[in-house]
């Protein structure tokens, strides 16, 4: 069982920077792939970026390359989104996810409960 807080969302102005944080207890953290997606209101949730168990492989969505950078600290069972160049379009409610690396949200099997970030133009 893997449990997951996040934290860090908030407001901001366009081209600004926030970084998130997923915190995860259980001791099993380190043996699955972190996942970042986020749902803005009235559309589905998507994925963002995800980092491998290793902390080796990272992999983006096309709308946040660049721009986003994803990482880990197994030591401290801990994910980190790095959001840097917010737009607008970025406003979103920010979900942290385990299970087996890649995009497929429907193969995570832990989730948060989300963190609110919101970028003012």
């Known amino acids: 069982q893997v449990q997951l807080v996040e934290s860090g969302g908030g407001l901001v102005q366009a081209g600004g920077s926030l970084r998130l944080s997923c915190a995860a207890s259980?001791?099993?953290?380190?043996?699955?792939?972190v996942g970042w997606f986020r749902q803005a209101p009235g559309k589905e949730r998507e994925f963002v970026a995800a980092v491998s168990f290793s902390g080796t492989g990272t992999y983006y969505a096309d709308s946040v390359k660049g721009r986003f950078t994803i990482s880990r600290d197994n030591a401290k069972k801990t994910a980190y989104l790095q959001m840097n160049s917010l737009k607008p379009e970025d406003t979103a409610v920010y979900y942290c996810?385990?299970?087996?690396?890649?995009?497929?949200?429907?193969?995570?099997?832990?989730w948060g409960q989300g963190t609110q970030v919101t970028v003012s133009s």
């Open positions: 259980g001791r099993t953290f380190n043996m699955y792939a």
């Open positions: 996810a385990a299970g087996p690396y890649g995009f497929r949200q429907d193969e995570y099997e832990y």
